[in-house]
């Protein structure tokens, strides 16, 4: 590896998605892609992840962290955040819009999220519970839809709130819930056509698909 790449960020060995660009590490990888920060990886193992090693840079043995010279961090909206601030591509310039930009990933993580991956979770008990689920997942949408109306992105010039909250509804592709809300389903769409994110999905892919031997 070239002694001038010095961001590291670790990622599943076999990510359990599939390659399909949901793990947590996809975010990072869009953010470094987005700013032009090269980038290694670090594969863990699920039994590696629990070890002492990885928990010094992630102390709930969970993926990704990110190290750069002396800092060291974890939670993938934290890394985002760090990578939108220090490297001022990612955030917008004015102050109160800045602010909202960080609002938005926050909104991504904590409001928008927790009902999608309630709807991901395969237990009998959660199959009695879904239509619920779902109808929590559909006033979330409705409510981000009804913001974001027919603008691009979500404050103006794309951002880190929109890379977190596309992030996100990612996760629906499969369930057609997100094609209820048209420019929700372009929104997504808009982000994955960004060259930075298909770098980033092409990368994650590429480890996947050499874990598996393909």
């Not at 190290?67 to 909206?77: C, H, M, N, Q």
């Not at 601030?85 to 909202?100: F, Q, S, V």
């Not at 109808?135 to 839809?145: F, H, K, N, P, V």
Request: contains cysteine; proline residues 7%; hydrophobic residues 40%.
């Amino acid at each position: 590896m070239s002694n001038k790449i010095s961001t590291i960020i670790t990622v599943f060995e076999r990510s359990p998605d599939r390659g399909r660009g949901l793990a947590r590490d996809m975010p990072v990888r869009w953010a470094l892609e987005e700013v032009g920060e090269p980038y290694e990886v670090r594969l863990v193992s699920f039994e590696a992840m629990k070890e002492p090693a990885h928990r010094a840079r992630q102390p709930f043995g969970q993926i990704p962290t990110y190290e750069r010279g002396d800092l060291v961090l974890f939670e993938s909206g934290a890394i985002v955040f760090h990578i939108a601030e220090h490297y001022r591509r990612l955030l917008p310039d004015d102050p109160n819009a800045r602010a909202r930009a960080i609002a938005w990933m926050f909104s991504a993580l904590n409001t928008v999220e927790p009902p999608i991956i309630n709807r991901g979770v395969h237990e009998p008990w959660c199959e009695q519970r879904r239509p619920l689920v779902e109808e929590g997942i559909r006033d979330r949408l409705g409510d981000l839809s009804a913001r974001l109306g027919d603008a691009d992105w979500l404050e103006g010039a794309f951002s880190a709130g929109d890379l977190m909250m596309v992030s996100v509804l990612r996760r629906l592709h499969a369930s057609g819930i997100l094609n209820e809300y048209p420019n929700l389903h372009t929104y997504v769409r808009r982000g994955e056509a960004r060259p930075a994110f298909k770098r980033a999905f092409d990368a994650q892919l590429a480890v996947f698909t050499a874990a598996s031997g393909g």
